[in-house]
């Protein structure tokens, strides 16, 4: 049985996930319960408060009605909204309320710390000998969020060209294990067991 899914997303590196995202579930689910998953796509930020309550009722009981909903919004969206990634979720869970079809989850600080773990690969495709920013991605913070470490890791390296979101993200992905970056970063390993879960496979 498909279980159909909504991915609430803020921009176009977390659009070019969806591919990666649906290899890695096919093998951890059955063949007969892989999920569709419908990625929305904001450009810059998920909706909030009210907004997000109507959406989310909307597509769990609409005309086209989804089994479940999950939001990805980034800790780091521009602004001081959260202060980390259980403020970020509880205040989605709050603003939405009791519904357990809808999964609030964060990358902390952005998308871009669950690409960190592929260190060698983000080098090589930046032409830079640069150190790895350390074991734990998800520690890079709002100082100095992931996405900008990876633009002064493009810029300098010998390719000379900036970090372009959906086609590098998708450049150091290809090919990948998911189950590698969850290890060294928590919040995707929660926001896989989810998708994972939903669609009654293996967790993590």
Not at 22 to 45: C, H, M, Q, W
Not at 142 to 153: C, G, I, K, Q, S
């Amino acid at each position: 049985m498909t279980v159909n899914i909504v991915m609430l997303v803020e921009g176009a590196t977390e659009l070019a996930f969806n591919r990666y995202l649906k290899e890695f579930l096919n093998t951890r689910v059955s063949a007969n319960n892989r999920p569709k998953i419908r990625p929305i796509k904001y450009d810059g930020r998920i909706p909030t408060g009210d907004k997000l309550k109507r959406l989310v009722g909307y597509l769990l009981r609409g005309r086209d009605a989804v089994d479940a909903v999950v939001a990805l919004t980034d800790v780091y969206t521009g602004n001081a909204d959260f202060i980390n990634a259980e403020d970020a979720k509880r205040k989605m869970r709050t603003w939405v309320g009791p519904e357990p079809r809808f999964h609030p989850h964060v990358a902390q600080h952005d998308f871009e710390a669950w690409l960190l773990p592929f260190w060698e690969d983000i080098k090589r495709l930046a032409g830079s000998n640069r150190a790895s920013p350390g074991p734990n991605p998800e520690s890079v913070n709002h100082l100095h969020p992931p996405a900008h470490l990876l633009n002064e890791v493009f810029r300098a390296g010998s390719s000379g060209k900036a970090y372009v979101k959906p086609r590098d993200a998708g450049n150091i992905l290809r090919g990948k294990d998911l189950a590698i970056s969850a290890q060294a970063c928590p919040e995707l390993k929660l926001l896989l067991n989810t998708l994972i879960s939903i669609s009654g496979g293996t967790l993590l």
